[in-house]
């Protein structure tokens, strides 16, 4: 049984989080740590940490548990060299031997996962983004009242430096949305231009190639539609594509507290210790 410590675990985050870790067959959650409950258990006893808090809060931690293995839910490390970027789909052989792990940004995933097949086959300079996300991705709790917001809009959001990075694009222009009348879910829509001498059946086979060796990313046909409820409370992403010989649009969906968050990070856990990376994660 892998030893397991969770700070942060009364969050956003960190609630789904601890509810798998308590099913996982291989795991035992031994401390845990929030402002609200604080201390409980025990801190030395823990052989990998999940640090599911705030913007800025994590290296308040680092110091105490420097020595364990660590997956880090927040954004403060994912542009740190020394520690692995958690997207199991581009980084699976990284992370397996990896102390440290940084766990993507919700938009982030449902982007790179939705471009990374055919990055090479688009325009790096020419990409444009709209995601629509539930109000869980602010922390705040479901209203009653109908409400849009664009917010962030154009190169403001901070994700943005994941998407460029790891898809080698040099521009993107990104307008996320929030539905502050529903809870969870992203739906992300991509648009980029096709290098000239791809085409279609390129594109396809380049998608059921590079994720034929992932359980949680399904490639929808054009007879199903993309609906977050196909994603929640789960750990997939669903993608469908549509393109002519010009351009392309990319459609991408999932949960953005399990596979944009939690569940990622189990995911991730399983692939440190050897588990079958589906374990725990399949509800």
């Not at 109000?135 to 430096?161: C, M, R, T, W």
């Not at 059946?201 to 998608?207: G, V």
């Not at 199903?224 to 409820?229: A, G, L, R, Y």
Request: proline letters at 4%.
């Amino acid at each position: 049984m892998v030893k397991i410590g969770v700070i942060g675990h009364t969050g956003r985050l960190g609630k789904p989080l601890v509810s798998m870790l308590e099913k996982h067959p291989y795991v035992e959650i031994v401390y845990t740590e929030s402002r609200k409950e604080g201390k409980q258990g025990n801190l030395d006893g823990g052989e990998l940490f999940f640090l599911a808090l705030p913007y800025g809060e994590s290296e308040k931690y680092i110091d105490k548990i420097k020595e364990k293995r660590i997956i880090d839910l927040s954004i403060d490390h994912r542009d740190n060299p020394e520690w692995v970027y958690g997207l199991p789909e581009l980084n699976r052989e990284n992370i397996k031997n990896a102390r440290y792990v940084a766990t993507p940004g919700c938009y982030a995933t449902s982007v790179i996962l939705g471009l990374a097949p055919i990055k090479c086959m688009i325009y790096c300079d020419d990409v444009i983004i709209t995601s629509t996300s539930g109000i869980s991705g602010a922390g705040l709790d479901k209203k009653e009242e109908d409400n849009f917001i664009v917010y962030n809009e154009g190169i403001k959001h901070p994700q943005i430096n994941e998407m460029k990075k790891y898809l080698d694009l040099d521009e993107i222009l990104f307008f996320p949305e929030r539905a502050d009348n529903t809870y969870r879910g992203i739906i992300s829509k991509i648009f980029a231009k096709i290098i000239i001498g791809y085409d279609k059946h390129d594109i396809t086979k380049a998608y059921m190639e590079f994720y034929k060796d992932s359980p949680f990313v399904r490639i929808r046909r054009e007879k199903h539609e993309i609906e977050t409820k196909n994603v929640n409370e789960t750990n997939y992403c669903d993608i469908k594509i549509h393109n002519t010989d010009k351009r392309i649009a990319v459609i991408s969906a999932l949960d953005n507290l399990i596979k944009g968050g939690s569940g990622q990070a189990i995911q991730n856990m399983n692939i440190m210790y050897g588990f079958d990376e589906t374990t725990g994660l399949l509800f």
